[in-house]
């Protein structure tokens, strides 16, 4: 099932800079997307989400952009922090199922 | 905050064996997931359960698989005779009825080691 994609394994990126999580999808019958973050031994945490109808959706640190023409959205998080260190996932929902990326390890340098 | 319970964190056993693991949603949920990660591949959907029935499964979910509500807040799923492909971290996740984002909440998973 490769419905969702995320390219990039692994980001690093310094402290107080921008990070950016890509995310691409194939199923032109999503109708919701999501983040979540995950550390390590625990369960997958919601972050944000959009609705396919918006383009962006922004809350606090954290801004997901849709391009649904391009079928891609990302994740912004500005300013990074060493928190924000984690595995992020990105979803999708068709039908009340989520599909998953295979998640972005992001490491916040100091 | 209320949270998904899973239990146990850790589970061993042998190929073969029955295992089952119980997760405990979130009280005034009233939908069920099971989803799994082998390590270094994705979380991957197993099944969904409404109003004490399956509504949907994938793939994995075969005839080995089962879940069951038994009591009205545990939600279990069994694996009857495991194999070592089954080696993975479970996740049970629920969400409520007026969660229309599809917004689950996923316990901490448990971790299932078959040798």
């Known amino acids: 099932d490769q419905q969702v994609k995320q390219n990039s394994p692994s980001l690093s990126v310094q402290e107080g800079r921008i990070s950016i999580l890509n995310c691409d999808y194939t199923?032109?019958?999503?109708?919701?997307f999501l983040w979540y973050k995950k550390y390590p031994a625990e369960g997958p945490t919601f972050l944000i989400s959009?609705?396919?109808?918006?383009d962006k959706n922004e809350d606090g640190r954290f801004t997901v952009f849709l391009n649904k023409s391009a079928k891609h959205l990302s994740l912004h998080i500005v300013p990074s922090q060493p928190g924000d260190s984690a595995v992020y996932f990105c979803?999708?929902?068709?039908?009340?199922?989520?599909?998953f990326g295979a998640g972005t390890t992001v490491t916040v340098r100091a | 905050e209320p949270e998904v319970t899973q239990t146990p964190s850790h589970q061993v056993t042998q190929m073969g064996q029955e295992v089952i693991l119980r997760c405990v949603p979130i009280?005034?949920?009233?939908?069920f997931y099971w989803y799994r990660q082998i390590l270094g591949q994705k979380v991957e959907f197993l099944v969904s359960?409404?109003?004490?029935?399956?509504?949907?499964k994938s793939e994995i979910f075969d005839d080995q698989f089962s879940v069951e509500r038994p009591d009205g807040s545990n939600f279990t799923l069994k694996i009857r005779s495991t194999k070592l492909e089954d080696s993975a971290m479970y996740f049970c996740?629920?969400?409520?009825?007026?969660?229309?984002?599809?917004?689950?909440?996923f316990g901490s998973g448990t971790q299932l080691s078959v040798l």
């Open positions: 359960f409404y109003n004490n029935e399956i509504s949907e």
């Open positions: 959009i609705s396919s109808i918006k």
């Open positions: 996740a629920s969400r409520g009825i007026s969660d229309l984002n599809e917004k689950l909440l």
């Open positions: 979803a999708a929902v068709n039908d009340y199922k989520l599909s």
């Open positions: 199923n032109s019958m999503f109708d919701y």
């Open positions: 009280s005034n949920h009233l939908y």
